[in-house]
């Protein structure tokens, strides 16, 4: 499966990996590591995650970055054939991203 990853969600991941790198110099590769697993689990079974449906986007789904605590919002482009990642964001912030 195709997959895009848009510009807002680009800045967000090169926002978390400077964040790692300086924060947590002993685990300095974990975000990308788990961010890139997770990209693989999206390009394999992109129903997977949680449904986050948004008044503008029903399809908008979600998925767990559990080590890094840190949510991949995405959604299926079926048209397209192509999985859209929307945002990459901190689930410790208790909120969702807007979307």
Not at 65 to 88: C, I, K, N, Q
């Amino acid at each position: 499966m195709k997959l895009q990853i848009l510009p807002r969600a680009q800045a967000q991941v090169r926002s978390k990996r400077a964040w790692w790198v300086e924060n947590r110099p002993d685990a300095s590769k974990l975000f990308d590591e788990e961010f890139e697993r997770a990209i693989e689990l999206l390009r394999e079974t992109p129903g997977v995650g949680a449904p986050w449906p948004t008044a503008r986007n029903p399809a908008i789904r979600r998925v767990l970055m559990p080590l890094t605590h840190s949510h991949v919002y995405f959604y299926l482009d079926e048209r397209a054939g192509v999985v859209v990642v929307l945002a990459v964001w901190g689930a410790a912030r208790g909120r969702g991203p807007r979307l």
